[in-house]
């Protein structure tokens, strides 16, 4: 359990902070950038879940959860014995990959192919989730940069590739199952 008394701590005044190990890194390594930008995913996917009922907002509630989860898988570096750590370091897992997939497909059994690409708008939920779905594709590229310098758990990046189809998906169930999306018409304006 997380117990947070002081939420000030001054520790990070000289441009450092520390990560799950204890080790001391500056706050714009890679590893931080990473798992900063799963934390922005995070607060991006609480401003969509405001437009969201019923199983989309209960699949943003596991989302959320999940995200935490990944953050704390990155600011443990892996490299480090797991099974030597006090305590077992907590890692995304394939079974949650396995999760979005099934989550994916069954959204998507209920959509017409596409036939062009989709312009971000249309619905106030559909426009968030493709707001979460570009934030996702960041936090996947930062923690791929992460992953040439630094072992990286491959599930986590599995992960965040899955969400991102996830988010693109669910944009198109909220816009009416597809019907309101805004389709790309190329050379439209020349």
Known sequence: ???????????????????????????????????????ELNAVIGLARLHATGEMEAAFARIQNDLFDLGA???????????????????IVPAQ????????????????????????GGAALAAHLHLCRTVARRAERETVALATIEGVNESAV??????SD???????????????DILWVPGANR
């Open 1 to 39: 359990m997380v117990v947070l008394n002081k939420i000030y701590t001054r520790t990070g005044d000289a441009g450092e902070t520390a990560l799950g190990n204890g080790a001391r890194v500056a706050k714009h390594s890679q590893r931080v950038t990473a798992y900063g930008t799963v934390d």
């Open 73 to 91: 898988d990155l600011c443990r570096p892996e490299m480090e014995r797991d099974a030597e750590a006090e305590y077992t370091p907590l890692r």
């Open 97 to 120: 990959v396995d999760r979005l997939e099934r989550e994916i497909d069954a959204m998507n059994a209920k959509l017409q192919p596409l036939r062009s690409f989709i312009l971000p």
């Open 158 to 163: 599995k992960y965040l590739n899955r969400l």
């Open 166 to 180: 996830w988010f693109f998906v669910a944009g198109r169930i909220a816009n009416n199952d597809g019907a309101d």
